[in-house]
């Protein structure tokens, strides 16, 4: 059995697309945690909707944030192997089986290809969508300590409970980087890259998530704190990837300040 888990806050209005999505799977033996992270609109009764399929569950908890709610879903999910969909995402039909055929035995940890999708809000309607799939062909745990993967590991990342890995409740931002750096610390042979696209994965700006709310200055601090975090790392040696970021994350920063680039949720659209 799979254990899925789908962090969620106020995403009522999409959240049953995810779950259709997950109960359209090939492989039938999981199950889904659905950990509502303090949400105060209609996600609970999207959730009773499809309470008669009973691999699907609804935990409730106050507020905390991604990583919170990912950690309570891992003390709660029963299966041999982990996988997380944010409740904005949509796995495809093979998504479990691909997963399951294509990791080696003796791997512990896996990364699956998507497609990505970067979308405009302008008052609660999509204003521009681009997909932004600019990857490299095989990619290796040294590319993502060198910030060569432009991806979330909320969609698309599976690991084996056994791993013993949990997320970093003090990061607001970057927080799947550092958990793909904790497996490669946990297990340095364990890592696999599954090239069959298996999800599109959807990053919303002009809402409310943490990436469209965070300043220059978030991300600016952001990747000074996953360097310390791992500064001491064997893969860390590129520490210049993240002091440049962080130099012109500040930079940005100034400039918005004074009104020279737009704000922080136009980055990827002006």
């Avoid at 109960?23 to 999207?46: A, Y």
């Avoid at 904790?182 to 297990?187: P, Q, R, V």
């Avoid at 991300?219 to 210049?240: G, I």
Wanted: glycine share 6%; aromatic share 14%; with cysteine.
């Amino acid at each position: 059995m799979i254990s899925i888990i789908v962090p969620t806050y106020n995403r009522g209005y999409t959240i049953w697309k995810t779950i259709q999505s997950i109960q359209k799977q090939s492989h039938t033996d999981w199950e889904l945690w659905v950990i509502d992270d303090g949400s105060t609109d209609n996600t609970k009764k999207v959730i009773d909707q499809f309470q008669d399929d009973p691999r699907i569950h609804y935990h409730y908890k106050a507020n905390g944030g991604v990583s919170s709610a990912r950690n309570v879903g891992l003390t709660l999910a029963k299966g041999q192997w982990i996988s997380y969909v944010d409740s904005d995402d949509e796995i495809y039909p093979h998504y479990l089986e691909t997963a399951l055929k294509e990791i080696p035995a003796g791997k512990s940890y896996a990364f699956a290809n998507g497609k990505r999708i970067l979308e405009l809000y302008e008052d609660g309607r999509l204003k521009k969508a681009l997909a932004n799939d600019c990857k490299i062909a095989s990619p290796t745990l040294q590319d993502f300590y060198d910030w060569k993967i432009k991806a979330s590991l909320g969609t698309g990342f599976f690991h084996k409970r056994s791993l013993n890995v949990s997320w970093n409740e003090e990061l607001e931002l970057m927080e799947n980087l550092d958990f793909m750096m904790k497996c490669s610390l946990a297990d340095p042979e364990g890592y696999h890259y599954i090239s069959e696209e298996l999800y599109v994965y959807k990053q919303r700006y002009g809402g409310d998530g943490i990436c469209s709310n965070a300043s220059y200055q978030d991300w600016a601090d952001s990747f000074l704190k996953v360097y310390e975090l791992h500064k001491s790392d064997p893969l860390m040696q590129n520490p210049s990837v993240y002091q440049s970021r962080v130099e012109k994350y500040q930079l940005l920063h100034k400039q918005h300040a004074e009104g020279k680039v737009p704000d922080p949720v136009y980055k990827f659209f002006s």
